[in-house]
């Protein structure tokens, strides 16, 4: 466009304001007269709005364009439809009349044939959407471009970062598209490396707002990363320097921070927990032993990988080796030239050190004088997370050496960083204190150095610890008195310095004239707040010698006229409390101070980032109990004699200072009961409910015809579990013992591939704190099956004790072929599961064991059944042995009876069953279970699930 060109070659070679100003105004008049010409062809409108753009941006003032904008914007032409955009993006303001015709373009673009066209209303909406006007406008649309199959990877990448941005000024966008999570998560695996990145943002935001809808992204996303990192699976156009797709690699380690904010309370599947582990012990290995002899790009590249895999690590707690190797190379990157390299490897090292994982600690310690040279870095913020480092590997072995060198440290830091250093030092004297003498003496130290910019706290917090403790008080008064007898302290020391002698200065053999005199000298040359502190504590010395009375009162009345009101007024009650005749009221008021009940210290507070991370990474480990103050704990009789409370306060105070400590037998049953018959009973004394199991219609919605699987493979122990269309799952189970041993083997029958396959064994335990069972993954499916393939989940379910069959898990299952497909299955882990057959017994065994059976409470479980259609006693017999029972012949008189015996292994204990089913020879639909159990309660669990599964075989 040589116009455009022209004009801007002007407006660079105007000399002044002015001629630039009249440049401008020519050509607005200009384009303002073009516009008005009814033939005007698209090129010329695509040219005036560039120029009206270039004007726009040098800052002068438009009162029309934003018509041809629009107009612009709904051309066919590509070149002139993305500059009407542009120009929309930048003139557009909210009014209605605009707002109207820009939404019916957008709307058209978005349902427009090209994706080009798509990409360009999605990037206008990205750019433009700042209320929930347009999210509720077009947020259909967009979800259906991402879900839509014959969307391109460029249209659902765009599509999905649209999405984000429209969940950022709505974030209840989410609640209103349940299948959001289940739509983007397989995003997470395409074989696109741009879509996934896009995927994994919009994963991660939606975790951040509600973390149960993203609970399925882990394995897809820790199966992404092992296909990267371990496998180097990745296009040519995602190397760089050799480094297989880093920004979606770092994306995946904080996707996953995000998906597992806490490991204990949210622990990984054992499956998952080997993946990550395996991910994180190849990166970090990868990043250590790539060659030192790199362009900066690879080394920032290098650098940021590891990075990221160590804070990945701080939140799942790989094994020791690993973390230590880790903490050693990022030790390592603390010598870089660059600054953000050298910070970024101080914030991972903190996430590290911060779960007191003793081997790491051990690591960064051996490179402490690299770490305290950092607190001389150039940069503040190195400095301060150097000095949050050195607070968080600090221990009781290492706490004097590091005070040492903090306090030679704080007597040159510039003044920004002195409160923090200070805080510092005293949190960690008092935290890890071993010996009463050098922790008076440091915190003497460090008021003297620090002076004036020591916070209030910290002189409050030593005279707490002073006076609760008997054997810290004289020491303190010494080391007080010689600091003001140098002539050189800080008026801070001058406070403290009242407060002890006043209220210690009596168990000092310095006499209490000396001490007053020494305090006096420093009155008038203090301020305000330091002679109020004066004067308390010459009260007290007023009380002790009565030598020092007279010039005491003399300065009570020469302040009564102060012209500090906090003074005068102080002045004036002390000089009236002392002339009163009688002395009771002044003893009272001058009593010795009473021993602080504070459990905390103030100081904790003013930690900052080094609290969260505490309370973040914390592991329950032995060493972590470290973290708790060494003057706030029992003491150890291996350890020196701790500062001991004085006599007459608590002992028990968290101020006190301390040291660091740091199958069952079957039973009988009634004889009797063996001649019972059940040829005398007619159908009115039949009952058709279960106590211990509900009917199947109560049970939560699963998917259509799983009935048909679940009871296949409730009364056998392989077959399929599940067919349709497109893909089918057959099931085989194992069992030894109380465990459970499944695997589920998914086809594809379709002739399409599978992608974002997730299966989630869900438990649906009533009692989740003493459960009955316990689920754990040993293999997950893959997520994507290509046509007329297979892909095998295996994991186990121990069975702990006795549960009902609606307690049993649940399978639930997505994925993407074509559409997306859901599914909810019922999966047969009933408690007989575990059935083995019983030591064959003679007739006059099983009935001693029958009799005894009954006596316990709870045993026995009888019922009468009618089935939906008759069944032969051969068949029954065959579905009690494939249930687990042994049969047992020549038992009962009756041929068409069944006996049978078997033994639940159940992880809290074993128990014996023995079971009659007494057949009608007149009705082949009505059986009478009759099962004793040695647990309580067991047999009615077993025979509602017998009952179960006898009506739908």
Known sequence: MKGLVQFITDIRNSKEQEQEDRRVQSELVHIQKQFQQPNLSGYHRKKYICKLLYIYLMGHELTFGLSEAMALAGSKVYSEKSIGYLALSLFYQTRTEAVDAIFETIHNDLAHQKEDFVCLALQFLSSVADSDMYSRAFEDEVFNLIRSPVSSSLVRKKAVLTLLQLLKIDPLLVTRHSGLVSRVAPLINDSDFGLSIAAVSLIQYIAKLDLDLCTSCT?????????????????ASHMYHGIPAPWLTVKLFQLLETLVPNVDAMPLDQANMHTVKTVIQRAISTAISQAPLMSAEARHTRDFVLLGAVSLAAHVDPSPDQSTIAADALCQLLQSAETNTRYLSLAALAKLAARNDGPVLVTINKHIEQIFSLLRDKDVSVRRLSLDLIYIICNSDTVEQMCRQLLDYLSVTDFAMKSEVAVKIAVLAEKYATNATWYVTTMMKLISVAGNYLDEEVRQRLIQIVVNNDSIQAPACRLS????????????????????????????????????????????????????????????????????????????????????????????????????????????????????????????????????????????????????????????PKKPAPPRPRSRKNTNSLMSPSLNTAAASISRPDTDDSSRSMSHFSDSHFSYNSTANPSVDHLPAFSPNWKEGYYRLLHYDQGIFYEDSLFKILFRLRRNHAQLHYELSYSNKSPGTITGLTSEVAANLINTEDPGYVVKIIKHPESTITANSKSVQIFDVTVRKPYLDREVPSINISFVCGTLCQYKLRLPAVVGKIMVRGTPLSKESFFTRWSQVSSLPGGECQKVIRLSSPMQTVILSRTMQLFGFNLLKNIDYNMHNIVCTGILSMAAGGAGCLMRIETNPQDARVLRITLRCTVSGLADILVGTLTDLLDNI
């Open 219 to 235: 394995t897809l996303a820790l199966e992404k990363l092992h296909k990267i990192v371990v496998d180097a699976e990745c296009p």
């Open 481 to 636: 008195y010689n600091a003001l007898k140098s002539g050189t302290y800080p008026e801070s020391m001058v406070k403290l310095a009242a407060f002890l002698l006043g209220e210690f200065g009596i168990q000092l053999d310095v006499p209490l004239v000396q001490q007053f005199e020494l305090l006096y000298n420093c009155y008038f040359q203090t301020t305000v707040m330091a002679r109020c502190v004066l004067l308390s504590s010459f009260l007290k010395f007023y009380v002790h010698e009565p030598q020092l009375r007279p010039r005491i009162l003399e300065l009570y009345e020469q302040e009564s006229n102060s012209f500090s009101a906090e003074i005068q007024q102080r002045c004036l009650e002390y000089a009236k409390l002392v002339a009163l005749p009688d002395s009771s009221l002044l003893n009272l008021v001058v009593v010795d101070m009473p021993p602080f009940q504070s459990k905390i210290s103030p100081l904790v507070s003013r930690l900052g980032n080094v609290q969260q991370l505490q309370q973040s990474f914390q592991l329950s480990l032995p060493y972590a109990a470290r973290s708790t103050s060494s003057l706030e704990r029992p003491k150890s």
